[in-house]
């Protein structure tokens, strides 16, 4: 059994910057692919991006490309997000989420899901 816990939302100004954390924990996620996604008020949940297990690729939503960078230390079993530029539309709760492959990951079959962190960009 695998626990995610994020950290780092918050309020923040358009053209400002986060930092989100997804910490792991219960056993390594080193083997799994691991995605951000997130859900703005009244809306389904959107992926954002998902790592490879080392780390090698990443595929980013349209939305956030160029702006938000992925990257994971496995060692520490974390996961991080840097979002830069934010704009109002990036306002959302943000989850951490863990499955098998990228494949999986993009395709919303997860195996872990953590219990979110809420991101709000004013204007």
């Known amino acids: 059994q695998v626990q995610l816990v994020e950290s780092g939302g918050g309020y923040v100004q358009a053209g400002g910057s986060l930092r989100l954390s997804c910490a792991a924990s219960?056993?390594?996620?080193?083997?799994?692919?691991m995605g951000w996604f997130r859900q703005a008020p009244g809306k389904g949940r959107e992926f954002v991006v998902v790592?490879?297990?080392?780390?090698?690729?990443?595929y980013y939503a349209g939305s956030v490309k160029g702006r938000f960078t992925v990257s994971r230390d496995n060692a520490k079993n974390t996961v991080l997000l840097q979002m830069n530029s934010l704009k109002p539309e990036d306002t959302a709760v943000y989850y951490c989420?863990?499955?098998?492959?990228?494949?999986?990951?993009?395709?919303?079959?997860?195996?872990?899901w953590g219990q979110g962190t809420q991101v709000t960009v004013s204007s």
């Open positions: 219960g056993r390594t996620v080193g083997s799994y692919a």
């Open positions: 989420a863990a499955s098998d492959t990228t494949a999986q990951v993009m395709a919303r079959q997860i195996h872990y």
């Open positions: 790592i490879s297990w080392n780390g090698g690729s990443a």
